[in-house]
């Protein structure tokens, strides 16, 4: 009878610890990809999210807005196209944009679209880039040529895990031209 009573407490004790270790948190494992070359992932809701609150304490509301206004019309050509929303007073400014990646393996025109927004107060700023999603054309000698559009989060396998990495990239890239430009760092345009 002792032998049985250890024999199944012995089982519970292993099955609680399966079962802890198969339920770990959310938060730890969007903590493990961010220590990874993957995106950053929001906490609440899974999807990539870049976000941050910049302190600015020497800059206006007014000038911080202008600022990232003018990041916008220079970074991305057709600026009347991606700007969502400017709205000084309320000092929120929301633009959509598209990063195209040509072809790669078996997908031609690799696009990733997302939302950027940026909120302004007095001497601070929050950024989120966010709503990431893929768009391109597969192709393969069975199911001819196809249309794909799906959040980026998806699939972490080939072609995708790629365009995660050049995604992962080029938002490195994007935030620090950001910061650059708000704080007053980038370089003037002397070719006029």
Request: proline share 2%; glycine share 4%; hydrophobic share 35%.
């Amino acid at each position: 009878m002792r032998s049985a009573t250890v024999f199944l407490f012995s089982m519970i004790f292993i099955a609680s610890n399966n079962i802890a270790y198969a339920q770990k948190s959310k938060k730890e494992n969007i903590k493990e990809e961010q220590e990874s070359d993957r995106p950053p992932r929001d906490s609440v809701s899974g999807k990539f999210k870049y976000q941050e609150i910049v302190q600015l304490d020497s800059l206006t509301q007014d000038e911080i807005f202008n600022r990232a206004k003018s990041f916008l019309v220079k970074k991305y050509i057709s600026t009347s196209d991606i700007l969502q929303l400017a709205d000084f007073e309320n000092g929120e400014i929301i633009a959509k944009v598209t990063d195209m990646y040509g072809a790669i393996g078996g997908f031609n025109d690799n696009e990733v679209t997302y939302t950027i927004k940026i909120e302004v107060k007095k001497g601070r700023y929050r950024y989120a880039f966010e709503n990431f999603s893929h768009s391109c054309y597969m192709s393969n000698s069975q199911t001819g040529t196809r249309y794909v559009d799906d959040p980026l989060e998806t699939t972490w396998w080939g072609v995708k895990k790629r365009i995660w990495k050049l995604t992962h990239e080029m938002m490195i890239k994007n935030i620090a031209e950001l910061k650059q430009a708000i704080e007053g760092k980038s370089k003037p345009d002397d070719n006029w």
